[in-house]
């Protein structure tokens, strides 16, 4: 297939493949809070707004959150407002709420802080928002923070926005926002969706020649996109929602720059010669992007294939958090080091090295032992092909520490990756190249 192609078979095996399920989730609950709230029976669409990525339309495979809000009546919000300061009817508002599914959910994890109702399904989570549409078309909102207050979001014009973009670009915006999710979940950071979809909105708009291009120039407006993503400042404190303006923080100190920069060197690299493009493709976008079907394979690629296997083959792959992990690096008699710090220092990394694989941080609510833990070990080369050492299966260890030792020459890896309740919300890699002794 020709490069074209391969963007198009990208784009579309990125389509959300929950959706079905989850419309069906949607039509439940508001059935439950129509007949609770409006004495309304079997009404399973009315008073409902489905919000966030998949109601913008720019959700990917593996989304694991579905946003929602439920537009109570009036005289709800007078009942727990008349509460009085302090007092936090807002609390009290998502207790009831969160109790009156429950009696629809009884067998499932249900729990209310915060602004939302969260209800824990297998395959992804439910952030209900109990809130109250206002003459403006935004919606007023509960924060039991700090004795409880009342909170105002607008995301009505986010939706038209997003949905109008992709009408005017034949879904160019949605391609653009839907690779960049892939990017973010193959590379493991945070990237938060309407910052996302923000972002792109902001670049169509300023490179408006991206607007009506063919999948013949994908690669090009790929190059286009990360090269506008790293020119952006990493100090700045917020950007401007699609649609409604609000402020859109960057929670996580512009990490998607630097990586996007990443990204842009690897992409910039090919210049029509023998580079394997889609290798360099898969290595920022994840499996998901086609090999190349003709390009001459080694005994040691056709092997390597076969055997690996990746994450989001055992469960879906949704980054929400960060995760950090190092290696000790030991040997008899020596003082031991710290890989990254060796990498850094251009040290090398030599063989018969014990070594202790380990996760050093994550932002994960509840911690990682909150999680399953899975390691990968990569071997790489036509050494491990030799030694029959390729390896390169996922395993649950749900160990924060995994062990190994430096066997023969190459350019290894190793990844570590959090799941929680089937979704892989945090994941991290480091590179282990080992030279001769």
Not at 239 to 262: E, M, P, R
Not at 342 to 361: A, D, P, T, V, Y
Request: aromatic share 12%; proline share 3%.
């Amino acid at each position: 297939m020709s490069l074209a192609n391969d963007f198009q078979v990208f784009v579309e095996r990125l389509n959300p493949d929950k959706l079905e399920e989850m419309n069906t989730t949607i039509g439940e609950i508001a059935k439950k809070l129509n007949k609770e709230y409006y004495n309304l029976d079997k009404e399973d669409k009315e008073h409902m707004y489905v919000v966030g990525s998949v109601g913008r339309g720019t959700a990917i495979k593996g989304v694991s959150d579905l946003d929602l809000i439920f537009d109570l009546p009036e005289d709800t919000y007078k009942k727990f407002d008349g509460y009085g300061e302090n007092s936090n009817g807002q609390s009290a508002l998502l207790q009831e709420v969160k109790n009156i599914l429950k009696t629809r959910y009884p067998k499932t994890d249900i729990s209310g802080d915060g602004q939302v109702v969260v209800i824990e399904f297998t395959n992804y989570k439910v952030e209900l928002v109990p809130g109250f549409r206002q003459k403006d078309d935004s919606f007023k909102y509960p924060n039991t923070h700090n004795g409880g207050s009342w909170k105002k979001t607008d995301p009505l014009p986010e939706i038209e926005a997003s949905k109008k973009m992709a009408e005017e670009t034949n879904d160019i915006f949605t391609h653009i926002c839907n690779m960049l999710r892939a990017w973010k979940n193959n590379i493991g950071f945070k990237f938060g969706g309407l910052l996302i979809d923000s972002l792109v909105y902001k670049f169509l708009n300023e490179n408006e020649e991206y607007k009506d291009i063919d999948y013949v120039d994908y690669f090009n407006m790929a190059k286009a996109v990360f090269e506008f993503l790293k020119g952006l400042d990493k100090e700045q404190t917020y950007w401007y929602a699609l649609g409604s303006n609000q402020q859109v923080y960057n929670c996580d100190n512009g990490k998607f720059i630097t990586k996007a920069n990443k990204a842009y060197n690897i992409i910039s690299e090919y210049n029509g010669d023998e580079i394997d493009i889609n290798e360099r493709l898969g290595e920022i976008f994840g499996k998901e992007f086609p090999e190349n079907e003709y390009l001459l394979e080694s005994e040691y690629t056709v092997v390597a294939r076969r055997t690996e296997q990746f994450i989001n083959q055992i469960c879906s792959v949704d980054i929400k958090f960060n995760l950090k992990i190092d290696c000790e690096v030991t040997q008899d008699g020596y003082r031991p080091f710290y890989l990254r710090y060796m990498l850094r220092h251009g040290i090398l990394l030599k063989k018969n090295k014990s070594l202790k694989f380990e996760i050093q941080g994550s932002d994960v609510p509840g911690g990682v032992d909150s999680c399953d833990i899975y390691w990968k070990v990569r071997n790489v080369g036509d050494e491990a092909l030799r030694l029959n050492q390729i390896r390169g299966q996922v395993i649950k260890t749900n160990s924060d520490i995994h062990r190994e030792r430096t066997s023969f020459r190459g350019a290894h890896y190793v990844e570590c990756y959090l799941v929680k309740n089937g979704v892989c919300i945090a994941r991290d890699k480091i590179e282990v190249p080992i030279s001769e002794s």
